[in-house]
């Protein structure tokens, strides 16, 4: 079984920066999407952002221009460096490492970011 766990999440005011990271144990299967996803309060769980396996990037329109993804260090890590954080960004961030051609799909815990204005 591959394990995710987050770290990085916290309190930040409005406009600061925040790193978020998702490291890999257990067994390292072949995976092909790693990525960042959030659930704010009241809302469904929905993508933040993906790294394909070829280095390919995918963002959600509301981050765009201002976090970045990226594997940091080893193919087992990603990070997600989020600038310009507003309150609306508060939520509990997720990482996924998934396979698309296999369905194997693995999420970590979840990591509260809350953005006060």
């Known amino acids: 079984q591959m394990r995710l766990q987050e770290s990085g999440g916290g309190l930040v005011q409005s406009g600061g920066p925040l790193r978020l990271t998702c490291a890999a144990s257990?067994?390292?299967?072949?995976?092909?999407?790693m990525g960042w996803y959030r659930q704010g309060p009241g809302k469904e769980r929905e993508l933040v952002a993906e790294?394909?396996?070829?280095?390919?990037?995918n963002y959600a329109d509301s981050v765009k221009d201002r976090f970045t993804i990226s594997n940091a260090n080893a193919k087992n890590t990603i990070a997600l460096q989020m600038n310009s954080l507003k309150p609306e960004d508060t939520a509990i961030y997720y990482c996924?490492?998934?396979?698309?051609?296999?369905?194997?799909?693995?999420w970590g815990q979840g990591t509260q970011v809350t953005v006060s204005s």
């Open positions: 996924r490492f998934r396979n698309t051609w296999d369905d194997r799909d693995f």
């Open positions: 257990g067994t390292m299967f072949k995976i092909n999407r």
């Open positions: 790294i394909a396996s070829g280095g390919i990037t």
